[in-house]
Each structure stands twice: as C-alpha cells, then as structure tokens.
Nanobody, 123 residues
Framework: VQLQASGGGLVQAGGSLRLSCAAT????????MGWFRQAPGKEREFVAT????????YYADSVKGRFAISRDNAKNIMYLQMNGLRPEDTAVYYC?????????????????WGQGTLVTVSS
C-alpha cells in the first residue's frame, strides 16, 4: 500500500486542523493505521492508531481528548482531527499502515509510511 498525507499547515494555538491519509495504491481495508509525528531535534513518536475495523483506537497521553483518529475504508482514507492545538504539537506528521487484523491495533513496527505533512502551531 502507498500512502499520502495532507492537511498540514500553520495554525494559532487553540486552533484545529484535520489531516488526511489517502492510499494512492492498494487498499487500507485490511490494515491497522496510525499517525506518528517528529518534532525538530526529536525522535518520531506515536500519536494515534486505529484498528482495521475502526472498532478500537489508542492515543498518546499528550493528545488524548484533543485529537481523534478515524477512517473510511470505502474511500480508502484515514483522518486525524486535531483540536486545541498547542505549540508543542508542532511536528511533521506521518501516517502509516500495518497489515494487522487483530482488534487491538499496534503502536509500533508499522510496515508502510506516507511522506509526512508539516503542522506548525504558533503561540
């Protein structure tokens, strides 16, 4: 599967953005999907994940209650709705897919990655 992330941009603190991750090749229907981010000078970190059925999702503590992950398998796309953005959310956001059909989605060891989209939150 080949992924393309989009929707990043510049937003003020407290604002919202919605990221999208579209499969440009292949079908995400059998894949667990996730969002990760990498801030300048830091390692890439887990943000959120959603199971292949969309029945289960997990979030990093830092985004819980502010971000929401969702997917539309019929449209072959995944989303990350980000509300209440903070300057510390500034990072390049990557979407990823893992061929994994257990209901509890993984937070590591993803197989396929999109190219990343930059989110900048100003204070």
């Amino acid at each position: 599967v080949q992924l393309q992330a989009s929707g990043g941009g510049l937003v003020q603190a407290g604002g919202s953005l919605r990221l999208s991750c579209a499969a440009t090749r292949g079908n995400i229907g059998n894949y667990a999907m996730g969002w990760f981010r990498q801030a300048p000078g830091k390692e890439r970190e887990f943000v959120a994940t959603i199971s292949w059925t969309a029945g289960t999702n997990y979030y990093a503590d830092s985004v819980k209650g502010r971000f929401a992950i969702s997917r539309d398998n019929a449209k072959n796309i995944m989303y990350l709705q980000m509300n209440g953005l903070r300057p510390e959310d500034t990072a390049v956001y990557y979407c990823a897919a893992k061929n994994y059909r257990a209901e509890a989605p993984p937070i590591t060891n993803y197989d396929y990655w999109g190219q990343g989209t930059l989110v900048t939150v100003s204070s």
